[in-house]
């Protein structure tokens, strides 16, 4: 199975600062998608990106993808107290044999 | 309901219990998986469904956890014998479309917290 390493491991920031979290993955992929876990929550999808898209926004969400370097990252305008959470992104190899395995996720903390 | 629910929401039970988790999907969502998020870690996958076959139980970490969806829908994870490392939250997720795993978002439940003492 192939799972996204995210990077940083942990980041804290001021309301209103933008917060960017990146990705890794080892193999090609059909797709990745960026799910996002509030403390005791279960998981919300946030967005999904196709293997032949280089970038994509959803609000203040923007989200980029490097197939060449395998890298991917999440980028969050202005940041809310809302937005603390947890952050996973998910390559998917497609082929319906394997994917969907998530990493240790970055912790995100807004500071008010 | 409009999302994947889960019941209980949290769980004890002692050592050697039996447990059986449920997870009802989005209605006509045809994937489903099941996921274990230790403290401070990232789900981990457990096994997955398309409709009612179990095409993956990779993840299962030993033969006393067991898992079916014999119509389809419902889902029930049961663990036998509980240890104390089974304590986690457990996390049901459903996908719509069928096209293939991981081609469409994942919608997850709230987890059940299982604590084994």
């Known amino acids: 199975s192939q799972q996204g390493e995210e990077d940083p491991q942990a980041l804290s920031i001021q309301e209103g600062e933008n917060a960017t979290m990146n990705c890794s993955y080892k193999?090609?992929?059909?797709?990745l998608q960026w799910y996002r876990q509030n403390s005791g929550r279960g998981l919300v999808h946030l967005i999904l990106i196709r293997s032949n898209e280089r970038e994509k926004h959803s609000g203040r969400l923007r989200v980029t993808l490097d197939t060449s370097k395998k890298s991917s990252s999440l980028l969050i305008t202005a940041s809310r107290a809302a937005d603390t959470a947890s952050y996973f992104c998910?390559?998917?190899?497609?082929?319906?044999?394997?994917?969907?395995?998530f990493g240790k996720g970055t912790h995100l903390i807004i500071q008010p | 309901g409009a999302g994947v629910s889960q019941s209980p929401r949290y769980k004890v039970a002692k050592r050697g219990q039996d447990v059986a988790l449920r997870c009802d999907p989005i209605?006509?969502?045809?994937?489903l998986f099941w996921y274990q998020q230790a403290l401070g870690q990232g789900p981990e996958f457990l096994t997955y469904f398309q409709n009612e076959a179990q095409l993956d139980k990779s993840g299962l970490p030993s033969d006393r956890f067991f898992a079916e969806r014999p119509e389809g829908s419902v889902s029930t994870l049961k663990i036998q014998r509980t240890q104390q490392e089974d304590s986690a939250v457990y996390l049901c997720a459903s996908s719509g479309r069928g096209q293939g795993r991981g081609n469409s978002p994942l919608h997850f439940g709230n987890g059940t917290r299982l604590t084994v003492t």
């Open positions: 193999t090609s992929i059909n797709n």
């Open positions: 998910v390559p998917n190899p497609g082929g319906g044999a394997d994917g969907l395995t």
């Open positions: 209605s006509g969502h045809v994937s």
